[in-house]
Nanobody
Framework: QVQLVETGGGLVQAGASLRLSCAASGRTFSSYALGWFRQAPANEREFVAAISRAGASSYYADSVKDRFTISRDNAKNTVYLQMNSLKPEDTAVYYC????????????????????WGQGTQVTVSS
């Protein structure tokens, strides 16, 4: 069993930066591919980014590419999402997810069946 806890959300102005963190319990953190998703009111959940187990490969939605960076620290059992140049359309609840069974590059295709999810953290970007 893995528990994921996201922190770092908040209210910022357009153009600002935020860094989200997702801390995981358990001793096998490095065996999990990790990802970030977001969901805005009245919208479906949207893939944001994913990272491979060793952190060597990362994948991004087109909407956040070149602005967001996913990284992980396996020694700290934590995955991060650095968000720069934030836009009002980035406003959403951000969730991290973990899965030991699949590759990170498949996170965008079948999020409903990912093993573990955090409770989410709100990010609000004002114009």
């Amino acid at each position: 069993q893995v528990q994921l806890v996201e922190t770092g959300g908040g209210l910022v102005q357009a153009g600002a930066s935020l860094r989200l963190s997702c801390a995981a319990s358990g001793r096998t953190f490095s065996s999990y591919a990790l990802g970030w998703f977001r969901q805005a009111p009245a919208n479906e959940r949207e893939f944001v980014a994913a990272i491979s187990r060793a952190g060597a490969s990362s994948y991004y939605a087109d909407s956040v590419k070149d602005r967001f960076t996913i990284s992980r620290d396996n020694a700290k059992n934590t995955v991060y999402l650095q968000m720069n140049s934030l836009k009002p359309e980035d406003t959403a609840v951000y969730y991290c997810a973990a899965d030991s069974r699949i590759k990170a590059y498949t996170f965008y295709s079948d999020p409903d069946h990912l093993e573990y999810w955090g409770q989410g953290t709100q990010v609000t970007v004002s114009s």
